[in-house]
């Protein structure tokens, strides 16, 4: 089973999704145009999230890693150069004094003022895509750049002395969302290290975030709490209560990896892990239309914050992250223990997925569909098409696959 769905993301990594991002890259300056109308086809915008820049230049250097390997075929060469490119990019225009990211550029990489420490999610988006590349391509600088904005997004975690655009956290709540990027992050600088073989803490770092999420985050049942506080009355709140199943199942191949990373991936950690993966599917599961909930809440007589209102206007919409990260897992999960029910999952999410998702008119992924399955014109947190989840995915499908 698993040697033929690497065939078949091969094929689409190949022959689809990669073409289809080759047009949007930016020769001139660097990095790639993500500002793309929903249907794919049209660039509205030249600016440059480096939440996205950081995330392509995470997605290149995989890619050329693969193709070196002969996992892939794509142009070594090409993939080279544009790596090199996003990377200088980046490194000229993104890093600000205090080793923070700006959030937003221009096209020539200008940074809007307004714009500076908006997201601590975009200076780790960076630290994956720079870490990343210097391990691919053994460039110590780079790496050295990393660690230094890895740093700096410690401590002003430590300080609470940042912003989460698009959805800032409220007063009162911790979002698990933090924890559950340090440890990808944390995970992937570890492995970096590694190819320098230097001595580093990152790995106890990534375990002591998973720690974090596992214990005080997941409850016995499985559920994951996205916002908790320790105020009975706000958890008690819609948003301290609602789930949000796609994010649950991307964290779990993230504490996945780090526990295989370790070598102490126990029986013990894959029961707890398989608990979170079934609530969460089964729970966000729409069983009338098919395709996985964007949020599931409990009925609330009042809003109290903002992000609130996105939960209940947006609950039945489905988007195209969740069901690519809902593929890999499934698949993984199923690897591990060779349980079936989870190959029936993933049969499941893949016929749906890829009925209702591929835009064939581009070669790429509607972003968000309404409740029945049909593409509807939304911005989706940031004012992008993002080239990240899918293609990461698929990437690590046929990595460890293939």
Same mark, same amino acid.
């Given at each position: 089973?698993?040697?033929?769905?690497?065939?078949?993301?091969?094929?689409?990594?190949?022959?689809?999704?990669?073409? *289809?991002?080759?047009?949007?890259?930016?020769?001139? *300056?660097?990095?790639?145009?993500?500002?793309?109308?929903?249907?794919?086809?049209?660039?509205? @915008?030249?600016?440059?999230?480096?939440?996205?820049?950081?995330?392509?230049?995470?997605?290149?250097?995989?890619?050329?890693?693969?193709?070196?390997?002969?996992?892939?075929?794509?142009?070594? @060469?090409?993939?080279?150069?544009?790596?090199?490119? +996003?990377?200088?990019?980046?490194?000229?225009?993104?890093?600000?004094?205090?080793?923070?990211?700006?959030?937003?550029?221009?096209?020539?990489?200008?940074?809007?003022?307004?714009?500076?420490?908006?997201?601590?999610?975009?200076?780790?988006?960076?630290?994956?895509?720079?870490?990343?590349?210097?391990? &691919?391509?053994?460039?110590?600088?780079?790496?050295?750049?990393?660690?230094? &904005?890895?740093?700096?997004?410690?401590?002003?975690?430590?300080?609470?002395?940042?912003?989460?655009? %698009? *959805?800032?956290? %409220?007063?009162?709540?911790?979002?698990?969302?933090?924890?559950?990027?340090?440890?990808?992050?944390?995970?992937?600088?570890?492995?970096?290290?590694?190819?320098?073989?230097?001595?580093?803490?990152?790995?106890?770092?990534?375990?002591? *975030?998973?720690?974090?999420?596992?214990?005080?985050?997941?409850?016995?049942?499985?559920? &994951?709490?996205?916002?908790? @506080?320790?105020?009975? =009355?706000?958890?008690?709140?819609?948003?301290?209560?609602?789930?949000?199943?796609?994010?649950?199942?991307?964290?779990?191949?993230?504490? +996945?990896?780090?526990?295989?990373?370790?070598?102490?991936?126990?029986?013990?950690?894959?029961?707890?892990?398989?608990?979170?993966?079934?609530?969460?599917?089964?729970?966000?599961?729409?069983?009338?239309?098919?395709?996985?909930?964007?949020?599931?809440?409990?009925?609330?007589?009042?809003?109290?914050?903002?992000?609130?209102?996105?939960?209940?206007?947006?609950?039945?919409?489905?988007?195209?992250? %969740?069901?690519?990260? +809902?593929?890999?897992?499934?698949?993984?999960?199923?690897?591990?223990?060779?349980?079936? =029910?989870?190959? +029936?999952?993933?049969?499941?999410?893949?016929?749906?997925?890829?009925?209702?998702?591929?835009?064939?008119?581009?070669?790429?992924?509607?972003?968000?569909?309404?409740?029945?399955?049909?593409? =509807?014109?939304?911005?989706?947190?940031?004012? &992008?098409?993002? %080239?990240?989840?899918?293609?990461?995915?698929?990437?690590?499908?046929?990595?460890?696959?293939?």
């Amino acid at each position: 089973m698993l040697k033929n769905e690497v065939i078949f993301y091969k094929k689409l990594i190949e022959n689809d999704f990669w073409p *289809y991002w080759e047009q949007f890259i930016d020769e001139k *300056y660097g990095g790639i145009f993500t500002c793309i109308s929903n249907d794919g086809k049209t660039l509205i @915008s030249e600016d440059k999230y480096t939440w996205s820049q950081g995330r392509f230049l995470w997605l290149c250097a995989s890619l050329y890693d693969c193709s070196k390997k002969k996992i892939l075929d794509i142009n070594i @060469s090409k993939l080279e150069e544009i790596s090199n490119q +996003t990377t200088d990019f980046l490194l000229r225009h993104a890093v600000m004094e205090d080793y923070s990211i700006a959030f937003l550029l221009s096209k020539e990489g200008i940074v809007y003022e307004k714009s500076q420490n908006d997201s601590i999610f975009a200076d780790c988006f960076f630290v994956l895509g720079m870490s990343n590349y210097a391990k &691919v391509f053994r460039k110590r600088e780079a790496y050295q750049v990393a660690k230094k &904005v890895f740093e700096s997004i410690e401590l002003r975690i430590i300080d609470n002395r940042f912003n989460t655009a %698009p *959805y800032p956290i %409220p007063d009162g709540f911790e979002s698990q969302s933090i924890w559950m990027i340090l440890l990808n992050v944390a995970n992937e600088l570890a492995l970096c290290a590694e190819e320098f073989e230097e001595k580093n803490d990152f790995i106890e770092k990534a375990k002591k *975030y998973s720690e974090t999420l596992l214990d005080r985050f997941v409850k016995n049942n499985g559920q &994951v709490i996205e916002f908790l @506080s320790e105020n009975k =009355i706000l958890q008690n709140s819609l948003l301290g209560s609602h789930i949000n199943p796609g994010h649950t199942i991307e964290a779990i191949w993230f504490h +996945t990896h780090l526990y295989e990373h370790l070598g102490e991936l126990t029986p013990k950690i894959i029961e707890k892990l398989e608990k979170m993966f079934i609530f969460n599917f089964d729970i966000g599961w729409d069983n009338d239309y098919g395709g996985l909930l964007r949020f599931v809440y409990p009925n609330s007589e009042k809003i109290q914050f903002p992000m609130e209102q996105l939960i209940i206007d947006t609950a039945t919409t489905k988007l195209w992250w %969740p069901h690519s990260e +809902t593929l890999y897992t499934s698949l993984l999960i199923y690897d591990l223990t060779k349980n079936n =029910i989870y190959s +029936t999952i993933y049969e499941k999410v893949k016929a749906y997925t890829f009925e209702k998702f591929p835009n064939r008119d581009v070669g790429e992924w509607y972003q968000i569909l309404d409740q029945a399955g049909s593409p =509807i014109n939304k911005v989706v947190a940031l004012p &992008v098409k993002d %080239p990240f989840h899918i293609l990461r995915n698929f990437i690590c499908i046929v990595r460890r696959w293939g």
